[in-house]
T-cell receptor
């Protein structure tokens, strides 16, 4: 149980393109999802907290106009990297927790490797 | 603010030996949760073990155990009888409020198991 699906796994696109990444909770409803970014050989850094039906909460230093987050349903959050540039190339990964299961860990999607040419 | 410190960037361990990965933390919250995740080269984050700040006993999950020393603010991961498949990055992480909030990660330890 508590499966999180992330799509796509890989994206390679030209500079200036906008890229949308989806994060779905498959067998539970997630009012809150989290988006992380990981550069090579570094740790995961939280970018934003996605809240169903309301605006996302962004961490300090993360451009909200650059990384658009939409959490329109209890099972889906999307991260859109707008006008992506090579410095946006990274590994993006989402997580969510099933609140109905009491004390449970956050489960992660498999991540999206984004490469901007 | 919460902080996680992992002081071992890399470790090499002989297969079948036990290994301890260090993790210390800092928080002003009395209620918090500590987690260990494994990240293979493929990138996915695999949950290994959880310890709540009020848990009296150390958590165990199969070959994984968490050596929780609250006074020292340490939460070391112990892997018994290591296997080649244990080679991966290992991240220690914490939340406040028992997992309801965002995770703060340490810098990770790359574990390599030698045949």
């Amino acid at each position: 149980g508590a499966v999180v699906s992330q799509h796509p796994s890989w994206v390679i696109c030209k500079s200036g393109t906008s890229v949308k990444i989806e994060c779905r909770s498959l067998d539970f409803q997630a009012t809150t999802m989290f988006w992380y970014r990981q550069f090579p050989k570094q740790s995961l850094m939280l970018m934003a907290t996605s809240n169903e039906g309301s605006k996302a909460t962004y961490e300090q230093g993360v451009e909200k106009d650059k990384f658009l987050i939409n959490h329109a349903s209890l099972t889906l959050s999307t991260l859109t990297v707008t006008s992506a540039h090579p410095e946006d190339s990274s590994f993006y990964i989402c997580s969510a927790r099933d609140p109905a299961r009491g004390v449970q860990p956050q489960h992660f999607g498999d991540g999206t490797r984004l490469s901007i040419l | 603010a919460q902080k996680i410190t992992q002081t071992q960037p890399g470790m090499f361990v002989q297969e079948k030996e036990a290994v301890t990965l260090d993790c210390t933390y800092d928080t002003s919250d009395p209620s918090y949760g500590l987690f260990w995740y494994k990240q293979p080269s493929s990138g996915e984050m695999i949950f290994l073990i959880y310890q709540g700040s009020y848990d009296q006993q150390n958590a165990t999950e199969g070959r994984y155990s968490l050596n929780f020393q609250k006074a020292r603010k340490s939460a070391n991961l112990v892997i018994s009888a290591s296997q080649l498949g244990d080679s991966a990055m290992y991240f220690c992480a914490m939340t406040n409020n028992f997992g309801n909030e965002k995770l703060t990660f340490g810098t990770g330890t790359r574990l390599t198991i030698i045949p």
